[in-house]
């Protein structure tokens, strides 16, 4: 069983700044890739970033120069820096994991809220 236990979401003006952490654990082998999805109201999921395990990055173009993705290998851990967020980033966040020979994770998802 995998557990991915994300934090750091919250309220924010906009132009304000978050940090969100997502913390894998439980039966996890030959993690390939973890990442970071939203999902607006009457909207459908859509990719944020994700980096491999090798440090290779991908990221949305609506968040290119805002957002950087991170992660502690050793820790099993992803991280995004959010800057200069704006009201439309306004979402639930939801952690991912690719692991083992073809499984996908995700976590419970946290809230990000950006006022304008």
């Known amino acids: 069983q995998v557990q991915l236990a994300e934090s750091g979401g919250g309220l924010v003006q906009a132009g304000g700044s978050l940090r969100l952490s997502c913390e894998a654990s439980g039966s996890i082998f030959s993690i390939s890739a973890m990442g970071w999805y939203r999902q607006a109201p009457g909207k459908q999921r859509e990719l944020v970033a994700t980096?491999?395990?090798?440090?290779?990055?991908n990221y949305a173009d609506s968040v290119k120069g805002r957002f950087t993705i991170f992660r502690d290998n050793a820790k099993n851990t992803v991280y995004v820096q959010m800057n200069s967020l704006k009201p439309e980033d306004t979402a639930v966040y939801y952690c991912?994991?690719?692991?083992?020979?073809?499984?996908?994770?995700w976590g419970q998802g946290t809230q990000v809220t950006v006022s304008s």
């Open positions: 980096i491999t395990k090798g440090g290779i990055t």
């Open positions: 991912n994991l690719k692991w083992g020979f073809n499984s996908n994770s």
